[in-house]
Each structure stands twice: as structure tokens, then as C-alpha cells.
């Protein structure tokens, strides 16, 4: 199986769209954080010019932290679209390739094939949001230094030094799962069809849907809305509350991983049943 998952990953960092991925994050963070290092000053002062006549604001506030929040805040939502340009494009690029019989010859099940591809594909996932853990967080803290976070979720929060680190641990952790989701969703349309472009736009017209759903203000909606896995999606922001909402976290992982193991186990049924004609 290690063997499988190994061959499965070279597949995957051979072609050229695994890279657009960690291309367009380390392009992005860049960009981000030289217009923060000309203009950081200015959005600390906006940002806490409803306080500044009340409270007198000390230490380092504009630094690394805050800069990975904003990175995470305005990169998360948008990196589903680079999760299923592979996403889509593991079994679909069999069936393209015509490599089908040549792939199931071999002496392995059909339940692995589709379980290192499956595998090999999490990891991937993983490493871009290592990547982006790296560039955002990382980087920044190099450039910017580190010192209190300032939140401002609904209400202004400042968390102290010492008491951030984790909360990103576990942002990313939850980004992780939440991407993963995405993944699986793209991997199952990636079984029913022979051109990696639909998977892709199947996926994503899938999350825009839920999306636009889940803010039209309808009852009806309101109550589908806790079933969208896109509803649960974003609650790494979570861990930049204060209190932290354990048991909200917490029940929208579960809810993300029933997703990630409903799609895998049906992905994998089709395939075992799939008739591979080419």
C-alpha cells in the first residue's frame, strides 16, 4: 500500500497544474504582505480608531501574527479552487490517458488502487496548507516579529503572546479537514466522468450553490444551511474567539469528516463496480 500511495504521488507532482497551487499561495502571501509592510501602520490605526480615545494601545501589534490572521482570513475561502485542479483530475486522467486496464493489471485491488489515490491526494492537501502555514505564519514573523494578535471577530479581542501559536495550530489543522472535504467532493466527481474539467466545475459550482444558499435569508434555507458542509467550513475562524467554542469546532469536524468518509466510500463503489472499457 506505501508502495501504491508513493507511485500515486509521483503521478500527481509530475504534472504541472500541482504546482499552480503553491505557485498562486506564494505569490499571493508576497503580495499580501508587501503592501502590508508599506501600509500596516495605517490599517492598525483604522483598525483600532474606535479605542484609541478609550484605550492606550501598547507593544508590537502590527507583526507577524496579525498578518498570518489576515493572510488566512483572505486566502482560505479561495484555496478550494486550487484543491481540485488535482482533485479532479486523479481518476479522470486515467480514464483520459487510457491507462485503466493498464493500471488495474496489476496484481493489487481495485479498493486499494482507489485508496492510495485517495491518500496520495490528502497529502497533498496537507502540504499546501503546510505550505501556506509556512509562508503566511512562518515568513512573517521573520519580516514582522511577533507580538500581541489582534482579533476583531464581531468584537475587538487582543490575545497575548504566548497565548497564539496554538489558536494558528489550530486554524490550520481545521483548514486541513476542511480542504480535504473539498478534495473528496472533487475525487467523487472525479469517478464518474473522463475529463478532469468537469470534475472541477462540478465541484465548484457545488460550493458556490451551497454558498448562495446558505445566505439567502429563507427559514428553510436557514435550517439546510447546518448540513452544507461549506457552512462548516470556515470554523477555523473559531479559534480566534474568546471563549473558544469547543463544541461548535468540534461538531463541525465531525460533520466534515462524515462528508469526507460518505464521498470516499461511494468513490470507491463506483470504481470496484466501475466497467472499464479502455
Given at each position: 500500500m506505501i508502495l501504491l500511495i508513493k507511485i500515486e504521488l509521483l503521478k500527481i507532482f509530475r504534472k504541472w497544474r500541482t504546482y499552480i497551487g503553491f505557485f498562486a499561495i506564494g505569490v499571493l502571501v508576497i503580495i499580501i504582505q508587501t503592501a502590508l509592510y508599506f501600509t500596516g501602520e495605517g490599517y492598525i490605526k483604522s483598525l483600532t480608531r474606535g479605542f484609541q480615545e478609550s484605550f492606550i494601545m501598547v507593544g508590537n501589534l502590527f507583526n507577524g501574527y496579525l498578518v498570518a490572521n489576515l493572510v488566512l482570513n483572505g486566502l482560505v475561502i479561495h484555496i478550494p479552487f486550487l484543491i481540485v485542479l488535482v482533485g479532479g483530475d486523479l481518476l479522470a486522467s486515467e480514464a483520459t490517458a487510457g491507462t485503466y486496464r493498464m493500471l488495474l493489471t496489476r496484481p493489487v485491488s481495485r479498493l486499494k488502487v482507489v485508496s492510495a489515490k485517495f491518500i496520495a491526494g490528502i497529502i497533498y492537501v496537507?502540504?499546501?496548507?503546510?505550505?501556506?502555514?509556512?509562508?503566511?505564519?512562518?515568513?512573517?514573523?521573520?519580516?514582522?516579529?511577533?507580538?500581541?494578535?489582534?482579533?476583531?471577530?464581531?468584537?475587538?479581542?487582543?490575545?497575548?503572546?504566548?497565548?497564539?501559536?496554538?489558536?494558528?495550530?489550530?486554524?490550520?489543522?481545521?483548514?486541513?479537514?476542511?480542504?480535504?472535504?473539498?478534495?473528496?467532493?472533487?475525487?467523487?466527481?472525479?469517478?464518474?466522468?473522463?475529463?478532469?474539467?468537469?470534475?472541477?466545475?462540478?465541484?465548484?459550482a457545488v460550493i458556490i450553490i451551497f454558498l448562495i444558499l446558505s445566505a439567502i435569508p429563507i427559514d428553510f434555507l436557514k435550517d439546510l444551511s447546518p448540513y452544507f458542509f461549506t457552512t462548516h467550513m470556515v470554523h477555523w475562524a473559531s479559534f480566534f474567539n474568546d471563549p473558544v467554542d469547543y463544541k461548535e469546532i468540534i461538531e463541525s469536524a465531525i460533520v466534515l469528516f462524515g462528508h469526507i468518509l460518505a464521498l470516499y466510500c461511494i468513490t470507491a463503489y463506483l470504481f470496484i463496480k466501475k466497467d472499464i472499457l479502455s
Open positions: 496537507f502540504l499546501l496548507i503546510v505550505w501556506l502555514a509556512i509562508l503566511s505564519l512562518g515568513v512573517s514573523c521573520l519580516l514582522f516579529g511577533t507580538g500581541e494578535l489582534i482579533s476583531f471577530s464581531g468584537k475587538l479581542i487582543i490575545f497575548s503572546r504566548d497565548d497564539v501559536l496554538w489558536r494558528f495550530a489550530g486554524a490550520y489543522g481545521f483548514s486541513i479537514l476542511s480542504m480535504t472535504t473539498v478534495f473528496a467532493l472533487s475525487y467523487f466527481f472525479s469517478s464518474l466522468v473522463e475529463n478532469a474539467i468537469g470534475p472541477i466545475v462540478a465541484t465548484m
